[in-house]
């Protein structure tokens, strides 16, 4: 894998999250973030030539800190820098590499993707999400920030700027045009026009689910916002019986919608409802919230790394419905994580019960790490497997 990050006379080391990654092609930044670098110093160093205070940075969706880290590392005059993330793992993986390159942390604000945005930044430094939704979300919340004197650069991979996007950004922000294609990736470039009215967006998103009582709740990070992922969908005609006062770890919970279920058939469970992303915790309590808030004390939500914060030897039941990817990078490693977290987390006798598409690794992997994998169900889509952690 390649750490060593290379822009003007900066070199830095830097790592993906988690460090156990172990596709070794995959590297903490991309020609994007290049891009963005090439013009975001010189407008940082005039800025600060210009001001006695430090300039306001605003950074999102910094995935693994490569902008965050080079900021800082090639203007060492003290600045503040608002860093907003929906994801756990992104805020480890700056936390580390700024450690690692010795680089302060004293100047970060960390913000989660549901918290108010700065008022007048400065310098916005924005690497584009593949969730269209959650693009309009944050351009909304920008474009409620943004002044005149504001500097918004945006880069991307070339065949992930569109017409749909730079649509968004001219509704939001203001007359919009694409950059000619330079690595494989082009700007944005965009001009705020505080004046032109702005589209209303209905986030989170609400909608029943089909053939129940429930209304979901989904905040625009979450996936399948507007409706049921088949995988969850057959998931839910497989969910474990569980016991009353068991404890059921919901991993990777997104919306919630399988703790739901749960509930409805156990209302004397415990349930601990753990995801990455800070939105999907969001929707998820607010699902339990709107559907059946008596039980609202029995839960807690969490957004964390897989189950990094949950005791060992803790819980009766983990159920999980595992990524395959990575923002865009098709990767395991994170069900894997996943699995062994389960396995350290189960008391003797537990199990881990999971949906899977047919055509990954999964149970061989579980065979593996629990000595026993069984399948209870399948599609032609998905498979239902379940392990039990023995003694």
């Not at 992104?90 to 450690?99: D, F, G, T």
């Not at 819980?315 to 069900?335: G, K, L």
Request: glycine fraction near 2%; charge should be neutral.
């Amino acid at each position: 894998m390649n750490t060593q990050f290379t822009f003007g006379a900066t070199t830095l080391r830097l790592h993906r999250w988690p460090l156990s990654q172990p596709n070794h092609s995959l590297q903490a930044w991309d020609a994007a973030d290049e891009l963005i670098l090439e013009q975001a110093l010189p407008l940082y160093t005039a800025l600060q030539a210009t001001q006695q205070h430090p300039v306001r940075l605003l950074i999102l969706n910094d995935a693994f800190g490569a902008l965050s880290c080079a900021m800082s590392a090639a203007v060492p005059e003290a600045t503040v820098q608002y860093l907003v993330q929906d994801s756990v793992l992104s805020q480890q993986a700056c936390r580390h590499n700024r450690v690692q390159n010795d680089l302060p942390s004293n100047e970060i604000v960390e913000l989660s993707s549901l918290a108010p945005l700065p008022a007048a930044p400065q310098l916005v430094l924005f690497k584009l999400p593949a969730n269209h939704s959650y693009l309009a979300f944050q351009l909304a919340a920008l474009s409620k920030v943004l002044t005149a004197e504001s500097t918004l650069l945006v880069a991307a991979k070339a065949k992930d700027i569109n017409r749909n996007v730079l649509a968004l950004f001219a509704q939001f922000i203001g007359p919009t045009q694409a950059s000619l294609t330079i690595k494989k990736c082009r700007y944005i470039e965009t001009t705020f026009q505080a004046e032109q009215p702005k589209p209303e967006l209905n986030f989170p998103l609400r909608w029943p689910l089909d053939d129940s009582h429930f209304v979901l709740v989904n905040h625009a990070n979450v996936f399948a916002r507007e409706k049921l992922d088949i995988g969850a969908r057959f998931f839910l005609q497989h969910l474990p019986t569980v016991a009353a006062n068991s404890t059921v770890v919901d991993l990777g919970c997104g919306n919630g919608v399988l703790s739901l279920q749960l509930l409805q058939h156990q209302p004397a469970c415990q349930l601990v409802l753990c995801d990455e992303s800070y939105m999907a915790v969001a929707s998820a309590q607010a699902s339990i919230a709107e559907n059946l808030p008596e039980q609202l004390s029995q839960c807690q939500f969490v957004a964390d790394d897989c189950l990094t914060q949950q005791a060992d030897n803790s819980a009766d039941w983990v159920i999980c419905n595992p990524p395959f990817h990575q923002q865009t990078a098709v990767t395991t490693h994170i069900a894997s994580q996943m699995f062994r977290d389960a396995k350290r987390v189960l008391k003797t006798g537990g199990r881990l019960r999971i949906v899977a598409n047919r055509h990954l690794p999964y149970r061989l992997q579980l065979e593996k790490l629990f000595g026993h994998c069984q399948q209870l169900a399948a599609n032609p889509k998905f498979v239902i497997l379940e392990s039990i952690k023995r003694s």
